[in-house]
């Protein structure tokens, strides 16, 4: 009788035994929470300073938008080549599509190369999931998604500050109105904390979560085809390699559409802390 599947050592990403199948008496290695830790690259992981693969695609993640901006833009020209054009294309829809249809072109344009800047990190960070050798997205370790988001609510909170003054900015995070009469207490202390504490953190879990579930469907296909080709398995196998295609493929989509959702809300809170409060 062999050992069940899953390895001993909880740091292994797909710990399982290569040679075992369904029939063979080891038990199915279903992933899990050890399918998103990783032995650090450089360092340990007790160490209050060490590099894993997260951090590796992340910084891999980071060289190649920037790489790819500087090289498309690096040489404009007013009749522009493919790269300067795929490039142009997806600042332009960001900056249209996002930026300036929830702030307005006169209050948005500032905040364009930010946005854009967090929509291509997000995307490329979500990316990595499917492409091969990497096939992890950094957006499902929650500190990434939380930092991103911390980012956001400190320009959110100094904005309204900024924009208001004190009395100004905590009607807002209130949203304050006379009008509720005996409510309004109530009322104002439910959107404090919506606004100041649920809000950047479901900023960030909305991003996580859907990256997390994700990656943790594809690895549970993955790991259902290999452990099927056995037998009569062999059938089901192929249904299961079928679904990893289609997880694929919906995952292209969930990938950019988390990193829009993102940087929409980025925006919608950019924008309230802008607009004038009645």
Known sequence: MK??????????????????????????????????????????????????????????????IIGFFWAAFRKPKVVPGKLQMVAEAGYDFIRRGVVYETIGKKEGEKY???????????????????????????????????????????????????????????????????????????SMTIEFFSNLLVRPFTHAVRLFANMFAGHTLLLLFTIASWYLLNGIGIAYAGVSFIMVIVMTAF?????????YVFVLLTCSFIQGALAEHH
């Open 3 to 64: 050992e069940p599947a899953v390895s001993a050592d909880p740091t292994q990403v797909l710990a399982f035994e290569t040679d075992c199948h369904i029939f063979d008496g080891c038990g199915f290695p279903a992933p899990g929470l050890h399918s998103f830790l990783f032995e650090p690259l450089w360092g340990h992981q007790d160490d209050a300073v060490y590099f894993n693969k997260t951090m590796l695609l992340a910084l891999l993640g980071s060289i190649i």
């Open 112 to 186: 364009v190369p930010l946005v854009v800047s967090l929509f291509f990190f997000i995307w490329m960070m979500n990316l990595w999931s499917i492409i091969p050798i990497a096939q992890f997205p950094v957006t499902s370790i929650i500190s990434y998604p939380l930092v991103l988001a911390l980012i956001v609510y400190i320009l959110w909170v100094s904005l309204t500050f900024k924009r208001h003054g004190f009395v100004g900015a905590f009607k807002n995070f209130t949203g304050y109105d006379k009008s509720l009469g005996a409510v309004l207490p109530l």
């Open 251 to 259: 995952e292209l989509f969930v990938q950019a559409l988390q990193a």
